[in-house]
């Protein structure tokens, strides 16, 4: 296995810099129900298979792909285990890389391949009681821990407070890349009024309607993103309650105006109104309106397909 490419080519251009790595992780059991992990060369440290999404591919192609690559399975995504985006959770390699971790775990049923190690990243697999773990990274271990209390709802990390002011992401990348395409991470919500109607936003930059929402910035989780964009777009305080889907596709892929060109990668969460008062973010809105899912009006890409799985969630996490 060799450094994912888009990894590879965002350090040529910023070095050892804090940058937000997606990623995906496969949770593979045995007939005991023990979990698969593999003991980094890099950290020592035992880790659940996966690794980072390269340009071009959804997540679940990247958990596809990297489980092949790590530990010789064929595997095919089964349920989303949960989305782990914690600033707490970053982590420093030891070449001095920094990463901020944009981080899904899907549930991963074998259906070919056999297992062995790669001979480069990997020392060795082994399959681990989750009451009887050996030393795992600090994600791995946060991970291990909620597959424990896992019961069908996809899992994430709460909005955190933090002393520290976030950066702005999209603007520290684009000062060192360019226009060129950059996985973008970001987050959005969906509340309903009292006749179970969603509030959506009309775009200023296209005129298309979506749902509130945004780019990540750099030191802040996808949760205190959202409940950001939220009180920015449209005034109101949320706070998520449940993770509807993450959206990772290339077909979601954004060109805009100046030439920026950009693959997102949004987690999407049914949220709860807690305060604040309606109004829209002139810069950005055009206008607000609250809407039936089943008559909805010309719709960004990415939100159309929220919408669908809103209508539809019954509480499993979809992936697009």
């Known amino acids: 296995m060799t450094m994912p490419q888009y990894l590879a080519w965002l350090r040529q251009h910023l070095g050892h810099q804090p940058i937000i790595f997606t990623c995906a992780g ?11 992990l593999q003991k980094r060369s890099d950290f020592g ?13 959804s997540v679940a192609e990247t958990v596809v792909r990297e489980a092949r690559e790590e530990v010789g399975l064929d595997v095919e ?24 971790f944009v981080a899904v775990y899907f549930e991963c049923a074998v259906v070919g391949g056999e297992l062995k190690t790669d001979g480069d990243e990997v020392l060795e697999l082994d399959w681990f009681n989750l009451d009887n773990l050996p030393s ?4 791995t271990t946060h991970v291990l821990k909620d597959i424990q209390r896992f019961r069908g709802e996809a899992l994430f990390d709460p909005a955190e407070n933090s002393d520290k002011s976030p950066i702005d992401y999209m603007t520290f990348l684009r000062q060192h890349i360019g226009h060129d395409k950059v996985i973008l991470p970001g987050a959005a919500g ?17 005129g298309l309607w979506g749902f509130p929402g945004g780019l990540m910035e750099l030191g802040e989780s996808a949760t205190r993103a959202v409940i950001r964009e939220f009180r920015e777009e449209v005034g109101l305080d949320v706070e998520p309650k449940r993770l509807v889907g993450v959206y990772t596709s ?13 693959q997102l990668f949004i987690s999407f969460y049914e949220c709860q109104l807690v305060g604040g008062g309606l109004r829209a973010q002139e810069s950005e809105v055009l206008e607000l309106g609250w809407f039936d899912l089943n008559d909805l009006p ?23």
């Open 26 to 36: 496969a949770i593979i059991r045995d007939e005991r129900g023990r979990v698969l």
């Open 45 to 57: 440290l035992w880790d659940i298979p996966g690794g980072g999404q390269e340009l071009g591919e």
């Open 250 to 262: 290339p077909k979601f892929d954004r060109s805009y105006p100046n030439g920026d060109q950009s």
């Open 136 to 139: 795992t990274t600090p994600l």
């Open 77 to 100: 995504p089964k349920r989303l285990i949960g989305v782990y985006t914690s600033p707490r959770l970053a982590s420093t390699y030891p070449n001095g890389d920094q990463v901020q």
């Open 190 to 206: 969906m509340i309903r009024d009292e006749n179970g109607r969603v509030l959506l936003q009309r775009r200023r930059d296209n």
């Open 298 to 320: 010309p719709m960004v890409a990415c939100c159309e397909a929220k919408a669908h799985d809103a209508r539809i969630f019954k509480g499993e996490a979809f992936w697009r």
